[in-house]
Each structure stands twice: as C-alpha cells, then as structure tokens.
C-alpha cells in the first residue's frame, strides 16, 4: 500500500466519524451539567463512581443504538414500531416516550435560558423562547444542508461545550486522593441516591438512544449490489462507529467529570451552589470571572447544540412509533410549552433541570430494553447480532439503571 492510499484510507474513515458526536451531545446537556454541579457542591467526590459507571454503560448502549441503524437502515422507534402487536399498546409505548422527550426539552431549554440569562440578563422566559428558535435554525439546517453538515455545527458547539466546562479544572485541580475516594461506590442518604439517579438519566439519555440508529440510518448504508460486499461494508462502518462511539463517550465523561469535580474542589460546602446560578456567582467569586464566563457560555453552547439533537429524537420517536410526520416548526413550538411555562411560574431552574433528569433514568429500561432485545436476534440483525456477552453486559446495565430507579422510588416514598 502506498503512502496515498493510506492517506486516503485515513481521510475515509474519518469521513465515517460523526453520527456518535452528534449523540454525545446529549451526554453534555444542561441537566447533565446540573445534576453533576449539584452532587459536587453538596456531597463533594462521593458520586464520582456514578459518572464513571454511568459513561461506561453509555458506550456499550450507544454502540447498540448505531449498530441497529447500520445493519437495518432502520431506526429503534421504526423497529419497535412495526414490531407492537396492537395499536393501543405502540400508543402506549409512544407516551412514556414522548414524555421522555419533553422531559429532555425541558433540561436543555432552561439551561440555554439560563445561560443567557447569566451573560445577557435576558429574562428567563425570553431566555427559553431564543434558545428553542436557535433550535429550529440547526434542525433546518439538518433538513435542508444534509446530515454532514449538520455534524459541523453541533461538533462546534461540542468543542465550546468542553473548553467552557473544563477550564475552571486546570485552574483550579481536584484532590486526588478525593477523587480516588470517590471511585468506591456508596450513597448517602436519599438525596445522594436522587442525584445518583440524576446523574444517570442525565448520562444514558433514552433519546441519545433513540437518536443515534437515526443518526447512523440517515449517515450510513451498507447496501450495494453483491451480499459479500454489503456484509464487508457493514463490517467497516461498525469498526468506525467503534471508534466514533469512543472519542464521543470519552469527551463526554471526561467534561461531565471536570464538572461534578470543579464543584467538589471549589465550590463543596459553599451557601448557594447547588444551583447553577449561585454556581457562577461562587465560581466568579473563588476563580475569576474567566472561569464563570468560560462556565456560562459552555452552558449555553451546551443548551443550544442540545435541545436540536433533542428535537430531531422527539420527531423521529413520533415517525417511527406513530408513523406521522408534523411540521418541524408545529412540533418544536409545543415541546417548548412545558419549559416556557416552568420558567414563566418561577420554579428554581436548577431543581427543574435535576428532576427532568430523574424522569429520564425512570425512561430509560423503556429505550434500553427493547434495544439489547432487538441487537441479540438473528431475525433482525443476522449475522451482526450481539455476542452472548455483549447482551449479557447490555442485559446487566438494565438491571441496575432499574435497580437504582426502584430503590429511589422507595427511599422517597419511605421517607428514608
């Protein structure tokens, strides 16, 4: 092989790069950010292991989702879609998913609100209103300029999310023997369990599931004229998706984790920071006022990629479970009701933005379920179906995210 070739060997396989990136967006929502500030501030390194844990299950997870787009050209809502015996229950499933999805409007709406709100003083209902207009001009772009295109953008807003929350660690370094402590897994009390449950349903967002076999079925295809070569296609685009899954999951975890740690380090025990603005006003205070705009424009970058990626999930959950389409401006307007109407009553957006992520972890077997299911058969995945250990490890990830859900669900009604 040639230095050309391999030249242009790398250059294809970077063109393979992408769709996960676009997913990992998700990972980097305003309920993300949250959720992790919140648990650093109040319970310091303690939650650390959740972050870990919660971004090595995401991989797997995300990597099922693409593949399933890849091998049928189909997304997870069309399969389950054509495969509900009665039309009651694909409606029925199609609620608790379309909750899911307002539930994900609501974190990534507010978030942008505030965001502004923190650098402009633009009120919060305005706030909400520009950042769900700025979606719409990303999903036209999206429908209009093609999928590539569409990457760039939100791969540019990836890159200021990541600047803008990993700046304030560098200046300010975490203890390591903290961290290290927080890698054993322990709760304390309800609220730590809340947060843990938070912090999941932030990091394995059943929409990012949802999004991604969308985002790789709209990318990818693997047909061509002659068996042999479809099935050695699909080979090559997993092994990229492998590594395009990887670099997105790894700048994930790595700024959800600079994050929950610039709490702990600086901001633990500090009257206030468990809110995202009392957050920059103390991140303002303690390192300057470089490190709370890096903060703040991060938040917003985060908000504004988000809440697109956000819409684009809702719509196609709607396609492939209900098999209507409505008009992109129609549905993005009465997503945003909910959000608009939470920061019109004056609810505390930090406290909204963590209970959002609560009633996403309780969503998540609902996504990830029918995913490992679906990835093991023959019938839909032939010869690329999972390994009996890639489906006991998806099969594992589920029982715990329940495990975790039911014994949250307990400690509040308890009371303990």
């Not at 879609?81 to 009651?88: A, E, L, N, Q």
């Not at 650098?119 to 209902?125: D, E």
């Not at 479809?230 to 975890?253: E, H, K, Q, S, Y």
């Not at 603005?277 to 424009?297: I, R, W």
Request: a positive charge; aromatic letters at 8%.
């Amino acid at each position: 092989m040639t230095a050309r070739d391999r030249t242009s060997g790398r250059s294809r396989a970077a063109w393979l790069l992408g769709p996960a990136l676009v997913a990992g967006v998700a990972y980097l929502d305003p309920g993300n950010v949250a959720s992790n500030m919140t648990a650093g501030a109040t319970f310091g390194y303690l939650l650390v292991w959740v972050v870990v844990l919660g971004n090595a299950m995401a991989w797997l997870i995300q990597y099922l989702s693409a593949k399933l787009g890849i091998v049928t050209g189909r997304s997870l809502a069309e399969t389950l879609g054509s495969r509900f015996g009665s039309d009651t229950a694909r409606r029925a499933y199609w609620l608790q998913a379309e909750v899911v999805a307002m539930a994900t409007d609501i974190a990534e709406v507010i978030g942008g609100a505030v965001a502004l709100w923190l650098l402009f003083g633009v009120p919060l209902p305005i706030g909400g209103l520009m950042t769900g207009a700025v979606s719409i001009a990303l999903l036209l772009v999206q429908q209009r300029r093609g999928a590539r295109t569409f990457e760039f953008v939100v791969i540019g807003l990836l890159a200021v999310i990541a600047l803008g929350f990993t700046y304030g660690v560098v200046v300010a370094p975490p203890d390591p023997a903290g961290v290290a402590g927080g890698l054993v897994p322990r709760f304390d009390g309800t609220d730590s369990v809340l947060l843990a449950a938070s912090i999941l349903g932030a990091t394995i967002m059943p929409h990012a599931i949802y999004a991604h076999s969308a985002l790789a079925r709209d990318r990818f295809t693997a047909d061509t004229a002659h068996p042999t070569d479809r099935a050695a296609g699909t080979r090559r685009l997993l092994r990229a998706t492998r590594w395009d899954v990887t670099i997105a999951l790894f700048i994930a975890g790595t700024v959800n984790l600079a994050i929950l740690l610039l709490a702990a380090a600086n901001l633990a025990g500090v009257p206030g920071t468990d809110s995202l603005e009392g957050a920059y006003a103390a991140l303002q205070s303690g390192l300057g006022a470089t490190v709370a705009t890096l903060f703040a424009v991060g938040l917003l970058a985060s908000g504004l990629a988000s809440t697109a990626v956000g819409a684009y999930a809702g719509a196609e959950i709607m396609h492939g479970l209900l098999r209507v389409r409505i008009p992109l401006l129609a549905r993005r307007l009465v997503t945003l009701v909910p959000a608009i109407a939470i920061l019109a009553a004056g609810v505390d957006p930090t406290w909204a933005l963590v209970l959002s992520q609560v009633v996403l972890s309780f969503g998540i077997p609902f996504a990830l379920v029918p995913l490992v299911w679906l990835t093991a058969r023959t019938d839909v995945l032939g010869a690329f179906r999972n390994r009996w250990w890639t489906t006991a490890a998806g099969a594992l990830a589920a029982v715990l995210l329940i495990v975790l859900n039911a014994v949250l669900l307990w400690l509040v009604l308890s009371g303990g």
